[in-house]
Structures are given as C-alpha cells and as structure tokens.
DNA sequence: ATACAGGTCTTAA
DNA sequence: TTAAGACCTGTA
C-alpha cells in the first residue's frame, strides 16, 4: 500500500472523464482500474492518494500510467479568465490527467466508441474482455479479466463480435486486430513515431478515422498536443470559439485543454 | 416515436 | 474533394 500526495489529481475526475473504460467507482472515494494486465483499487482523500500495491509496481506500471509526475498546475494557471468560458471549464475538471495507456487496448476501445455513449462504450469493452479476456485473481482472490490479445480477436468472427453487441464496429474489429496479428501496423514502432506519423499510419486501420486516431494518439501514445475533434467539442468550438480555437496559446498541450473541455461539456452543466 | 451517443466507410457527383 | 446515407444498440 503506497501512500502519495499530489494537488490537481482526482481519480473520480479521471474515471469520469471518458478516457478509460476500464475504471469504476466502487465505494465513495474509492476506484478500482484494470490495465496493464493488473488490477488496481486506489483511495483518495483530499490530496493524499493511497494505491493498493507494492512499491514495485507503483514506480514501475502506475506512476507512468496516471502522469504522476507532470505537474498539471503549469497548464491550469496558463488558462486566465480572459477566456471565460475555458477558465470555468479548466477550474472545474483540474483534477484530470492524460493517462498512458496501453496502445491495443485504446485502438480497440476508441474503434467501439465511435457514435456510441459511454455508458454503452463501458458495457461493450467489459463483455468483450469477459468473452475473450484472460481470467485473473488479484492476490487477494478477487476475479478480473485482462484486455484480450490481438490474437483473441483475431481469431473471433464477425458474428461470435457481435453477440457482444459491438454492432457494425464488430467487423473494424476482427480487421484491425488481423492487421496487427500480420503486423502490417506494428505497434511498437507507432510508439516511436511523430503525431503527423503515427496518425497517419493508424488511419490505415479499419474502422479508424481521424477522431480515432487522435484519441489513440493522445490517451496511449501521449502525445499532448493532439486535439480529437468529437460531436462535444464540435459544439462547444461552434459556440465559443466562431473564430477559431487559439491553439498556439497552448501549444504543446491543447490536448489537455481539450480534456477540460469534453468533461466540462460532459458534466459541467453549462451551455 | 425519433434522435442521439467521444464516427467511419462507401458511393456518387 | 466534398456530401449524403448507411450502420448496431440502448436510452430518453
């Protein structure tokens, strides 16, 4: 059990803020996420946040994954009520982070929320990974499943997806995976590899588009300048930003902002 | 009932 | 190059 403070870090802000689907809240102030092939339960307090696991694998899986050591106050305070309505939107969601996550696992999850609402997105990715996922015990002897493998997928038909309720995402799915099996994408090297590139290389898979590919390149490939394009934001940019939105004033992280502002559209209330 | 959810693909001008 | 139209499913 490992105990850490850090200010403008929510863990119900980052659950809530629809960049992982494999996050849940499962008592008050206590979360629970599966990735990287772990199951993980974290607390939070105030500012103090206490991860259920050794020291190991803090500094090794979780420490990266949630950007602990970034410090996100630069970016808020960058944000001045010049622009009213994005310090409204930045002060109500500067509890969020960026995560890292795992590059197959978002490829799969951003092909499924394509027209979909996140609610439906969560119950879609958990029937998959129960359907073709590894089944796993935490030591403590609670049951998880892992993301399945590319393999997994592959292997599944069109038909055997869609009794998942996948719909017409099922078969983007059995293509990607097949194209990632033959590695005609090869993941590791899109870790390597420009925004420009690698949004480029991943729009080559079925069923993945722009806004897609933004989404990967921003929640797995880390890359913080990306800013996917959805129908909220759409809006918001309509409404607020007639102009055009000011990019260079937040260059080198306009994909943070754009979180702030999906969460705000998502739960904020305004407009 | 009809519209809409973190869009993409196909087809046709 | 751009613009319809189709597409699974659950919820309001």
Not at 168 to 196: G, H, Q
Not at 197 to 203: C, N, P, Y
Not at 245 to 261: E, K, L, R, S, V
């Amino acid at each position: 059990m490992i105990k850490r403070t850090s200010c403008n870090f929510s863990i119900e802000q980052i659950c809530e803020s629809g960049q992982c689907f494999r996050m849940t809240r499962i008592e008050e102030n206590k979360y629970a996420v599966v990735a990287q092939g772990k199951y993980l339960e974290l607390e939070q307090k105030e500012e103090e946040i206490i991860f259920h696991c050794s020291e190991d694998e803090y500094t090794h899986v979780w420490e990266r994954y949630f950007d602990f050591n970034t410090d996100y106050k630069q970016f808020i305070e960058s944000v001045t009520n010049k622009d009213e309505y994005l310090y409204r939107a930045v002060q109500f969601g500067k509890g969020i982070r960026i995560l890292e996550q795992d590059i197959w696992e978002i490829i799969i999850s951003f092909i499924i929320s394509q027209q979909n609402n996140i609610k439906r997105i969560r119950k879609c990715i958990e029937t998959l990974c129960e359907t073709y996922g590894e089944k796993k015990y935490t030591a403590e002897g609670k049951l998880y499943y892992d993301f399945p493998t590319v393999s997994a997928l592959a292997n599944a038909t069109e038909e055997e997806l869609r009794a998942c309720n996948l719909g017409y995402r099922s078969k983007y799915i059995v293509n990607t995976a097949n194209s990632i099996k033959r590695n005609e994408v090869d993941l590791e090297s899109l870790k390597c590899m420009s925004y420009r590139a690698a949004r480029e290389t991943l729009m080559r898979l079925s069923g993945i588009g722009e806004k897609v590919a933004d989404c990967i390149c921003l929640f797995s490939l880390h890359h913080l300048d990306t800013f996917p394009v959805d129908t909220h934001i759409r809006k918001v940019l309509e409404q607020y930003y007639p102009k055009g939105f000011p990019y260079d004033t937040y260059m080198g992280y306009n994909g943070i902002i754009q979180q702030y502002i999906f969460y705000y559209d998502l739960k904020g209330g305004d407009r």
